[in-house]
């Protein structure tokens, strides 16, 4: 009995060790008015000067998730892979290795690192970040 509850511990502790960690983006709507935010596990609306948080399993090779942005007549698509550009030290750890990030989108598309508490911060190289309208 002792030896397959070990046996099922240290799976569990391999199979953690294998997985992306999770990430959570919490954004802030600064756009001025309604958006709906998209990723592949759904899709929520968020009113202006409101937030909300999705989750992004930031993996590599072919396995690239989206996040989509609609707000009134226009659409832009933030490849996955952009949110790498965040520097480590912006994310606060959580549990299981998860992390956690805190930005705001303003009404031309832009993608800015702020504090926790909204609090404008020194953007690092590669923000705030820039789409094209679709």
């Given at each position: 009995m ?7 511990v240290?799976?569990?502790?391999l ?6 960690p ?5 954004l ?5 008015a ?5 990723t592949?596990?759904?899709s ?20 690239w ?9 226009r ?15 912006s ?14 989108l ?14 404008a ?14």
């Open positions: 002792r030896a397959s509850r070990l046996a099922v240290a799976g569990s502790i199979l953690l060790q294998s997985c992306s999770a990430s959570l983006i919490h802030y709507n600064d756009t001025g309604t958006i709906v935010v998209a592949r596990s759904g929520v609306s968020v009113p202006p000067h409101s937030s909300t948080q999705f989750g992004l399993i930031l993996a590599t090779d072919q396995h998730e989206s996040l989509t942005v609609t707000a009134r007549d659409t832009w698509r933030y490849l996955q892979r952009l949110f790498t550009r965040i520097p480590w030290e994310w606060q750890r959580g549990p299981f290795e998860s992390r956690n990030v805190f930005v705001r303003d009404s031309r598309g832009r993608i800015y690192l702020t504090a926790p508490d909204g609090a911060v020194s953007q690092p190289s590669g923000f705030p970040l820039l789409l094209e309208k679709t």
